[in-house]
């Protein structure tokens, strides 16, 4: 798959087929995110990937937190955080995407770890799985570390399997309205 039609043709996909993907794919998909530009090459992120039981336990325990969270703030403030979870139940891998620099945080670390990301989702598509990058779990991201027992902080979370539907393109703005060029 060349560079271009990988770009244009990810998408985020939300419905995946009921079909395992193989632990060699992932690892492909997972040594594809290895390759990302890191700030001072500090390769700061780390990956939990997680089927099976593994994963069912951990979104029984992000939807109880969702539940808890809504009775305080109410649904208004809960974004896509529902969906989020439910996609992550149906989904056959869900990858758990730390930054291993914490507690110090910087936008460094975060540019880096949002670019392995970025490979992962495209090296995905070119294995013909659906991938989407789930932010919302912040909405309970202390509970899911202490669950994990990781000491990293939790920056996203990424879904994969074969999907089960392919969204069509959603509008892109050109790159008249996005840029300027100086000289």
Request: glycine residues 6%.
């Given at each position: 798959?060349?560079?271009?039609e990988a770009v244009r043709?990810?998408?985020?996909?939300?419905?995946?087929?009921?079909?395992?993907?193989?632990?060699?794919?992932?690892?492909?998909?997972?040594?594809?995110?290895?390759?990302?530009?890191?700030?001072?090459?500090?390769?700061?992120?780390?990956?939990?990937?997680?089927?099976?039981?593994?994963?069912?336990?951990?979104?029984?325990?992000?939807?109880?937190?969702?539940?808890?969270?809504?009775?305080?703030?109410?649904?208004?403030?809960?974004?896509?955080?529902?969906?989020?979870?439910?996609?992550?139940?149906?989904?056959?891998?869900?990858?758990?995407?730390?930054?291993?620099?914490?507690?110090?945080?910087?936008?460094?670390?975060?540019?880096?770890?949002?670019?392995?990301?970025?490979?992962?989702?495209?090296?995905?598509?070119?294995?013909?799985?659906?991938?989407?990058?789930?932010?919302?779990?912040?909405?309970?991201?202390?509970?899911?570390?202490?669950?994990?027992?990781?000491?990293?902080?939790?920056?996203?979370?990424?879904?994969?399997?074969?999907?089960?539907?392919?969204?069509?393109?959603?509008?892109?703005?050109?790159?008249?309205?996005?840029?300027?060029?100086?000289?």
């Amino acid at each position: 798959m060349e560079i271009d039609e990988a770009v244009r043709g990810r998408r985020s996909v939300r419905k995946y087929l009921d079909k395992p993907v193989p632990t060699e794919t992932v690892r492909e998909i997972l040594e594809a995110g290895t390759w990302a530009p890191s700030a001072r090459n500090r390769q700061m992120w780390r990956f939990t990937v997680l089927t099976g039981d593994a994963k069912k336990k951990l979104t029984d325990l992000f939807r109880s937190k969702l539940e808890t969270r809504l009775k305080r703030v109410g649904r208004g403030r809960m974004g896509s955080s529902f969906m989020s979870c439910v996609i992550m139940e149906h989904a056959p891998v869900l990858i758990m995407v730390w930054d291993a620099d914490h507690p110090r945080i910087s936008k460094p670390s975060l540019q880096s770890v949002a670019a392995a990301i970025q490979n992962m989702l495209l090296k995905a598509h070119s294995l013909g799985l659906g991938s989407l990058w789930i932010c919302d779990i912040y909405f309970a991201s202390n509970a899911l570390t202490k669950h994990l027992g990781k000491p990293w902080k939790l920056m996203a979370a990424v879904t994969l399997g074969w999907p089960a539907e392919v969204p069509t393109p959603k509008p892109r703005k050109s790159v008249d309205e996005v840029s300027e060029f100086l000289s």
